[in-house]
C-alpha cells in the first residue's frame, strides 16, 4: 500500500474531473456561474477533499467515513450536472 494520495488513481481522478468542471464553469455568465456554477464546482471539488482528508486520517473507520461523504459528494454532482445539462448550460458530451 502507498503512502501518498497522489498514488490512489480515485484520487488523482477526482481531481482531473474537478478541474474539467472548474473550467467549463469558468465560461459561463455571471448569473450562471453564481448560481449552478459555484454549486457544481463546489460538490466536484468536495470529492477529492474528502478522499483526502480520509487518507490522511490514522483509523480506518474515519476513512471510512470520508469515503461515505466522498460518495455523497459523487451524487450532488451528478445532480448539478444534469440541472446544468437541462438548462443548456453543458452538452451531453
Known amino acids: 500500500m502507498s503512502n501518498r494520495l497522489e498514488d490512489l488513481e480515485i484520487y488523482t481522478l477526482s481531481e482531473a474531473f474537478a478541474d474539467e468542471i472548474w473550467f467549463i ?3 459561463w455568465d455571471y448569473f450562471t ?3 449552478v456554477g459555484k454549486q457544481l464546482t463546489r460538490s466536484a471539488d468536495s470529492i477529492s477533499a474528502n478522499i483526502a482528508e480520509g487518507f490522511g486520517r490514522y483509523h480506518h473507520k474515519e476513512n471510512k467515513n470520508f ?3 466522498s460518495r455523497g459528494s459523487v ?3 451528478k445532480s448539478w450536472i444534469k440541472k446544468s445539462n437541462t438548462r443548456s448550460l453543458i452538452t451531453d458530451d
Open 25 to 27: 464553469v469558468a465560461t
Open 33 to 35: 456561474k453564481d448560481t
Open 67 to 69: 469515503c461515505y461523504f
Open 75 to 77: 451524487i450532488e454532482t
